[in-house]
T-cell receptor
Framework: DAGITQSPRHKVTETGTPVTLRCHQT?????MYWYRQDPGHGLRLIHY???????DKGEVSDGYSVSRSKTEDFLLTLESATSSQTSVYFC???????????FGPGTRLTVL | AQTVTQSQPEMSVQEAETVTLSCTYD???????LFWYKQPPSRQMILVIR??????QNATENRFSVNFQKAAKSFSLKISDSQLGDAAMYFC???????????????FGKGTHLIIQP
């Protein structure tokens, strides 16, 4: 299995609070991704990174920001969490464009 | 925009039997990749199989095989000799070969819940 960890694995927070999720990889892969999974929607891309400090938006980026200061870490931040951001968040990595994406174990976030 | 459709929200099969999960997709691209991922109750997303659109030969991985029909934009997954451990959600996913300035990521279907009857 690809070496991908996500922290925290579970989090409960209140509306309006900032939240940061971390994805850490030990594979030295160039590309990293954040997806959210909601019932009836499959997984949807939030943001992705194609290198250190190089990021771009995905399909559902509103309300989220990301940062990548090191190859191994990709952070997802909810500046002011809302109940609509209650979801399971997955990080994925790939060696290059078009290569297979491997997923982390997911983070379940509940916003009350 | 690309879309991926899995028309079977749930499927059930007897242990040791064969089951086929359907997936169709819509794209104007000619070069792309297709994937099947498995998500067991542990929530981990596990790659089952990958198909490159430029390859005519259908991909296989042990008991898992696909029927890729490019003209029909169809990509079904066949599981032979079903086992209890195959019970999971199965997601079909699409990615163009070149993002062409657009978002680089997978487009997923909504999933099929596969139940294995002992």
């Amino acid at each position: 299995d690809a070496g991908i960890t996500q922290s925290p694995r579970h989090k409960v927070t209140e509306t309006g609070t900032p939240v940061t999720l971390r994805c850490h990889q030990t594979e030295n892969h160039r590309y990293m991704y954040w997806y959210r999974q909601d019932p009836g929607h499959g997984l949807r891309l939030i943001h992705y990174s194609y290198g250190v400090k190089d990021t771009d938006k995905g399909e559902v980026s509103d309300g989220y920001s990301v940062s990548r200061s090191k190859t191994e870490d990709f952070l997802l931040t909810l500046e002011s969490a809302t109940s609509s951001q209650t979801s399971v968040y997955f990080c994925a990595i790939s060696r290059g464009e078009g290569d297979t994406q491997y997923f982390g174990p997911g983070t379940r976030l509940t916003v009350l | 925009a690309q879309t991926v459709t899995q028309s079977q929200p749930e499927m059930s099969v007897q242990e040791a039997e064969t089951v086929t999960l359907s997936c169709t997709y819509d794209t104007s691209e000619s070069d792309y990749y297709l994937f099947w991922y498995k998500q067991p109750p542990s929530r981990q997303m596990i790659l089952v199989i990958r198909q490159e659109a430029y390859k005519q030969q259908n991909a296989t991985e042990n008991r898992f095989s696909v029927n890729f029909q490019k003209a029909a934009k169809s990509f079904s997954l066949k599981i032979s000799d079903s086992q209890l451990g195959d019970a999971a959600m199965y997601f079909c996913a699409y990615r163009p070969m070149y993002s062409g300035g657009g978002a680089d990521g997978l487009t997923f279907g909504k999933g099929t819940h596969l139940i294995i009857q002992p």
